[in-house]
Each structure stands twice: as structure tokens, then as C-alpha cells.
């Protein structure tokens, strides 16, 4: 039998005595089976076993007959040199044997028992990775006898030591109370007053005339602290006392438990240095160690040392490995890892779930990661709070505040309690999407719950303030905040500032910067934006101009956020007069972007040029500017009267995957018109646009589909008027006598009959759009 795998170490197996089935390519194997037993992995709890062989020669003989595996990892790939190991369905006999299943269970206690397992040699003679239990046997002979035979120990649990386990059950558990193994605890005892040097070990113990066995050693080593463990070992090995693979195991542990990834990283690599063996509980553990010290990268290494070593990694290992790749970001080696591991049967314990969960929301997969916890829950495996609030994060980073609502619904639901930290997730949430009576709902739910409050929840409701423009509200927070003894910290100031100029209220917006500077923040573009914008919302164009001048003064660049800011302000502007200092801040700021407005407000012009200039301004700015600089050139053309050239940039701009995805979209029964990511003046030149379109579509004697609707988000978005787009839009749309309504499905969709809409657009009484009428101001 051969088996192989992709780099991952998830095996496919052909041949003999073992075999694979329904194998879909190559690497991939959805289960194991034996045909000895006619039984496969995955059902009635049969797995196959694995034992790694290390030998020189598996490394290069081909496999033999008997039942033999060959995996190609990472490294052997490169090489192309496979390992071979031993492979053992756990119902056979440890030999390859037609014995009867009684003769093979005394042949299997036969070998545990024997010298052979205590040398960790099989019966053919080849080696094997004993288990850290396996290694830690208790001896029930002289303890200074080499080679003397193992009996069961007091435990099988592995080694993990915890800071906090007291002195005497550390003891107790290595050298129980009225046995003759108290080495340890003198050792200990000599050790409590030495500092943690080499030097202060080597005097503490200079008087011990006693010999120490690996056991006395792991015992000592578990009830110190990494420094002083680490030097006692190095004394240790000085003295010629046994220092095995376990004794450097149980070492690697308590320098992992102290958070030392550096000092674990060169241990390692010494073990590799003094040829000593490192099994997987080696690896897992400096693997595991990496992953809790923040380097992934290091992780990552050790693994692929593990692969190449022939170690084959178990459950923790590879569950350990999915969050390596996610923090390093390369998900999609994360998901390929996961999913293949799924296919051999494995099944992901919640610790994994989790993982996952959060490799699929940052890699954008939502609809996975939302898949993932019902699969969590149809296997009994109830998600934490750690899970619903990875969701509900992503969700609300990617502006999805519906999905990151009903996230937190069937979390509370699920009878998960609630901590600030969801809520004061949750009112960021709502402060997003403008729901300021929710979200001050949940505020006042964290008062009378006594959940602390920090700046962070303070600073949400100060933003949700101001995009809102409730002013009040935003004081009567401040005030709140300074009375709990919060202080205020940058983003404070600057939601401060925006709240203040959102109301035109300038001299207090200044004095809110002034405030900040002195604080130790100075301002940055940001802070002037706002003012800026405040001065032209009131017509101080000028003043505008000296903010801009005060902004360069002071070490600030200005960035295409700002560009944005001063070509929103042409739209304010009612003539030449009040459209010259922005013009010049404009050229001061982005010439290019000042070239296309002087050609845009021309009376005559080419319509290559405008196509040209669009697109060499575009290809100097930040993607996430493209967005903003289109929505206000075509805010522009429409509020001077140039509808045609409004339309032009409007149709570059969708045909250049400006606006995320596209504008439209067509299937057999429904037509969707996107406009929850444009400005108001641009949602009505899309509009206008989608209505000449479905004109054009009748003209042809072509049929619309059964259902139109048009998309206007629930952000928001908002006009001069305070109303939201999904008013204007339908206010405008009741004014043209269309059949479209409020739908019942969604509150950000207008929807109408394909039949209604083809019957209101023949008759024909439906009145144009005006150009210039500026539909934020209606």
C-alpha cells in the first residue's frame, strides 16, 4: 500500500491492505477504509493509526509490500524525496499477522509490556513516536537501574504547566506522598530562595551529592518559572543527568507558558543542533507557542520543519495551523487547509469552529462564516460570544449593519449573554446606519446593567451625533462623559468638530480644534475638512480659503478627501465670484482635478475631453476616492443644467466598476437599479438614465420583467432637508404618476410591477426630469 497527500499532510491512500475511496483528485480522500475489516474511518469510531518512521533508509527505498505510507509534505515536494511510515488499522494486530482477534489482543499486551515498547522499537525492529503519556511512565524499580521496566502512570494526562498550580500539588502529582521519588521536592525546596541565573542555580545546588532520573527532572522543571527552569536544566545537563526528549518537552511548555517565543525558537533549534528527537508534542508546542507570542511567520517555519521531519501533525496541530495562515492573511490557504482536512473525516472541535468562523468573515466569505455556526449548532456545538462578535464586526467594518443586526438577534436568542463589548459593538452598528433611537437604547441598557462605559461607546453615539445633526443629544454626551471622569481622546475632538460644523455653528467647531491642539492633537486634514465644508454650506467662501491656507501652514498635505471636500463646494457655489478661491484652492490642491472643473462649468466643449480628463483623474487618485470625485463631477454637470454631460460621466464611470458591482442588475423575473452608493444629484441622473432605458427596451417590442425595483440603502444618506434618498426618490417618482412603492420585503427598496411600469411609461404621462432642479434642496 502507498498513501500520499497533498502539503498539507491530508492523506490519500492506494494499494494494499489499506485503500481509499470516492477520491475526487489528487490529495483529496473523503475516508479512510481497511480491507482487513472491511470498516472505514468515520463510522462506528474506527480510525486508521499512523506511526511516523524516521529511519535513514525509509527515506529513500521505495515502499515495500506490506502495508507501508508515503506523504508528500511541503518538503518533499521540493525535494522529491517522500518518507515512509507504518500504517495500522486500530482492529489488527500490531504484527502483520493472520492471527484470530484473540491471539491479536495478547499479542498487542505482549509488546505494551515488553522491553521493545519501553526502547520504543516495534516488533519488525522500526521505530516509532511514542506519545508524551507513553513517555512519562512511572518505573517501578530502582530508579538509578538503567533500562529498568514501566508500570501504568498515576495519569495519563499530558504535561501542561500552569503558573498557577500551587508548589505542593505539582509535587504531589510528580512524587506522590509516601513514595520514595522526593528529589524533586528537595530540589525545589533548595531552589525557592535562588534568583533565576545559571550562577544562583549552579550555588543553590552545589552541596546535591544525589543522581536525578528524567522524572525528577520533568518534576523540578514543572513547579519553576521559565528562567530559573531553563538554568536549572542547563545545570542539569551539566551534571550528565538524563535530559530526554520528554525533559525538553515539559521545558518547551512552562517557556511557552511564560509567553518567550524567542527563547523557545533557539531551544528548538538547538534540540535540532544536538541531534536530539522532536516529536510532535515538540512541535505543537513551539508551533502553538508562536501562534500565542504573535508570529505566525514563525509558525508557519516550524511547521513546515514538522513536514519535513516526518512528523505527521494531529487535530490540534492543523486546527493551530488554520489561525496561522488567517493572521499571516493568506486565507485561502486557511480554507484549503480546512476543507481538505474535512474530506478525511475529521471532524473541527469548537476552538476550530471559531477559527474559521473568522478566516471566512476576513476573507469576505460571510455567507460561509454564517453557514459555519449552523453547523456549530447542528452538531452540539453552541458558538461563544467570541464567535457572534467576529461576525458582527466584519459585518459592520463592511457597512452590512441588516446582517450584523440579525447576527446579534440570534445571538441573544441563543441565550449568550451580552457583554459591553456587543453592546457597545452593536451601537456603533446602529450609529452607522443612523438608528440613533436604538442605539441609545442600548446605551441605556449598559447603565442600568452597570456595564462599564469607556470613551470608546461615547465616542460611537458622538459620531451617530453628528451625522445626524442632533446637537443636543451630542452636548448632553459630553457633558456625561466629563462627569464619569472620561477623558476625552482624538477621535472625541474630532466628532466634536463635525458636530459642531454639520450645524453651521463654525466659531464652535474652532473652538473644539483649539481645544484638541491643546490637548496634545493637533488638527489634521480631517478636522479642516469639516471646516471647510462648514464654510461653504453657509456661503463663507473665503473663509473656506483660509482654512485650506492654515491647513498647509500647518504641515498638512491635501489629501483627495479634502479634494473631495472643495469640489462639493463648486456645488454650492451660485456664481463665478464665489466659485474663484475654491477654484484656486482646487489648483493648489489637485491642478488636474481644477482642469476638468474649468472644462466641465464651460459653455462649449468636446466630449472626448471630458471622457479624457475623467480618466486621467481616476488614474492619479486613491481608488476609495473614485467614488466620491465621480458622484460630485456629476453633482456638478446636473445642478449647472448639463444633463447630457452629468450622463456621460455617469456611464464611464459605471463601465469602469466605479460604483461597487454595477448599477444594474437584470435576472429572467427581476430588474434591480442600485443607488444606495450615489449622491442624490447622481441617484437622480441614474435614475433618469434607467428610464430611458426601459423606454428604449418597449420601443423594441421587448417585454419587462415581472418585477422593478429600485435600491436606495437605508444608510445615511441624507439631504439639506434632513430627508432620507428613499423619500426624495419616491417623492420625485409620485410627481411623474410612476406605479412604484414602498416594498414589503425590504425598507430600502421601491418596487413595482413590470406590467405597471410598461403601462405608465406608454401612456406617456409621465413628466421629464428637470435638470436644474437640484433634488437636494426639494
Given amino acids: 500500500m502507498a498513501l500520499t497527500s497533498n502539503p498539507w499532510g491530508v492523506c490519500a491512500i492506494v494499494g494494499s491492505g489499506v485503500s481509499s475511496s470516492s477520491v475526487p483528485e489528487f490529495g483529496h480522500v473523503k475516508f479512510f477504509s481497511c480491507e482487513n475489516c472491511d470498516r472505514r474511518n468515520g463510522s462506528g469510531g474506527h480510525d486508521l493509526s499512523f506511526r511516523a518512521s524516521l529511519s535513514s533508509d525509509s527515506l529513500t527505498k521505495p515502499p515495500s509490500s506490506s502495508s507501508s505510507l508515503q506523504i508528500l509534505t511541503p518538503f518533499s515536494f521540493a525535494t522529491s524525496t517522500p518518507y515512509s511510515t507504518s500504517v495500522r488499522c486500530s482492529s489488527l494486530s500490531l504484527k502483520d499477522s493472520d492471527a484470530p482477534p484473540s491471539q491479536a489482543s495478547d499479542e498487542k499486551k505482549s509488546f505494551v509490556s515488553s522491553r521493545n515498547f519501553q526502547t520504543e522499537k516495534t516488533p519488525s525492529g522500526s521505530k516509532r513516536n511514542p506519545s508524551l503519556a507513553e513517555q512519562l511512565q512511572l518505573s517501578t524499580g530502582d530508579i538509578t537501574e538503567a533500562g529498568s521496566p514501566l508500570e501504568a502512570p498515576r495519569t495519563t494526562r499530558s504535561i501542561t504547566p500552569k503558573r498557577e498550580k500551587a508548589m505542593k500539588y505539582i509535587i504531589d502529582r510528580w512524587a506522590p506522598e509516601g513514595s520514595k ?35 525528577d527532572i520533568c518534576a523540578v522543571i514543572s513547579g519553576l518559572k521559565w528562567r530559573k527552569a531553563l538554568a536549572f536544566f542547563r545545570w542539569a545537563k551539566a551534571e550528565k543527568f538524563e535530559v530526554n526528549t520528554v525533559v525538553h518537552n515539559v521545558l518547551l511548555g512552562v517557556i511557552r507558558a511564560g509567553r518567550q517565543w524567542k527563547v523557545a525558537d533557539e531551544f528548538g533549534l538547538g534540540m535540532i543542533n544536538e541531534g536530539v528527537e522532536l516529536d510532535n508534542f515538540t512541535f505543537s508546542t513551539l508551533i502553538s507557542c508562536a501562534v500565542q507570542c504573535r508570529a505566525p511567520k514563525d509558525a508557519l517555519t516550524w511547521f513546515d520543519r514538522m513536514a519535513a521531519a516526518g512528523v505527521v501533525p494531529d487535530e490540534v496541530t492543523y486546527s493551530t495551523m488554520t489561525l496561522v495562515y488567517s493572521r499571516l492573511g493568506r486565507f485561502d490557504e486557511a480554507v484549503e487547509l480546512f476543507e481538505n482536512l474535512l474530506l478525511t473525516g475529521w471532524k473541527p472541535d469548537k476552538v476550530t469552529y471559531g477559527t474559521m468562523v473568522n478566516v471566512y468573515a476576513r476573507a469576505g466569505k460571510y455567507q460561509k462564516a454564517s453557514s459555519l455556526i449552523k453547523e456549530m449548532k447542528q452538531l452540539g456545538l453552541q458558538p461563544d460570544a467570541v464567535v457572534y462578535n467576529t461576525l458582527i464586526t466584519y459585518f459592520a467594518r463592511e457597512g452590512k449593519t441588516g446582517q450584523a443586526k440579525r447576527v446579534f438577534r440570534e445571538m441573544e436568542s441563543s441565550g449568550i449573554k451580552v457583554s459591553e463589548f456587543t453592546l457597545s459593538l452593536m451601537i456603533d452598528v446602529h450609529g452607522r446606519s443612523g438608528n440613533v433611537t436604538e442605539a441609545f437604547s442600548l446605551f441605556e ?10 470613551t470608546a461607546v461615547y465616542n460611537s453615539l458622538l459620531k451617530m451625533c453628528g451625522e445626524e445633526r442632533k446637537l443636543v443629544e451630542g452636548e448632553s454626551l459630553l457633558r456625561e462623559m466629563l462627569e464619569r471622569g472620561l477623558k476625552p481622546d482624538e477621535i472625541t475632538y474630532k466628532s466634536l468638530v463635525n458636530l459642531y460644523a454639520k450645524e453651521g455653528r463654525i466659531d464652535e467647531a474652532v473652538q473644539a480644534m483649539q481645544d484638541m491642539t491643546q490637548a496634545g492633537y493637533p488638527a489634521d486634514v480631517v478636522v479642516y475638512s469639516c471646516l471647510i465644508k462648514a464654510c461653504g454650506a453657509s456661503k463663507q467662501f473665503l473663509r473656506a480659503e483660509r482654512f485650506f491656507e492654515e491647513m498647509l501652514a500647518g504641515g498638512n498635505r491635501a489629501d483627495d478627501r479634502c479634494c473631495g471636500v472643495l469640489l462639493s463646494l463648486m456645488n454650492m457655489c451660485d456664481n463665478d465670484e ?13 491642478p488636474t482635478l481644477c482642469s476638468l472643473v474649468n472644462i466641465l462649468v464651460a459653455q462649449n466643449l468636446d466630449s472626448g475631453e471630458v471622457e479624457q480628463g475623467v480618466r486621467t483623474l481616476l488614474a492619479e487618485s486613491n481608488s476609495n476616492s473614485h467614488r466620491p470625485f465621480c458622484n460630485s463631477l456629476i453633482d456638478l454637470c446636473w445642478s449647472l443644467g448639463f444633463k447630457d454631460r452629468a450622463e456621460s460621466i455617469l456611464t464611464l464611470a459605471d463601465s469602469l466598476k466605479v460604483y461597487s458591482g454595477s448599477l444594474r442588475t437584470h435576472t429572467n423575473d427581476l430588474w434591480i437599479l442600485h443607488l444606495r452608493s450615489l449622491s442624490f444629484n447622481t441617484a437622480y441622473c441614474a435614475l433618469g438614465v434607467w428610464l430611458d432605458f426601459l423606454k428604449s427596451h418597449l420601443a423594441e417590442g421587448q417585454e419587462l420583467p415581472e418585477t422593478l425595483v429600485i435600491e436606495t440603502g437605508a444608510g445615511r444618506n441624507r439631504g439639506e432637508d434632513g430627508n432620507r434618498l428613499i423619500t426624495v426618490i419616491l417623492g420625485k417618482l409620485k410627481e411623474m404618476n410612476s406605479p412604484f412603492d414602498t416594498s414589503t420585503e425590504r425598507a430600502d427598496w421601491l418596487e413595482a410591477s413590470g406590467s405597471s411600469v410598461t403601462a405608465w411609461l406608454s401612456s406617456g404621462s409621465q413628466p ?11
Fill in 181 to 215: 521519588y522526593n528529589r524533586a521536592a528537595e530540589i525545589l525546596q533548595k531552589l525557592k530562595d535562588a534568583d533565576g541565573s545559571e550562577e544562583g542555580v549552579r550555588k543553590a545546588l552545589e552541596n546535591w551529592d544525589n543522581s536525578l532520573n528524567a522524572r
Fill in 445 to 454: 441598557r449598559m447603565k442600568e446593567e452597570n456595564l462599564p462605559l469607556d
Fill in 578 to 590: 464665489e466659485r474663484e478661491p475654491v477654484l484656486r484652492c482646487l489648483h493648489t490642491a489637485k
Fill in 768 to 778: 421629464q426630469q428637470d435638470a436644474e432642479e437640484n433634488p437636494s434642496d426639494s
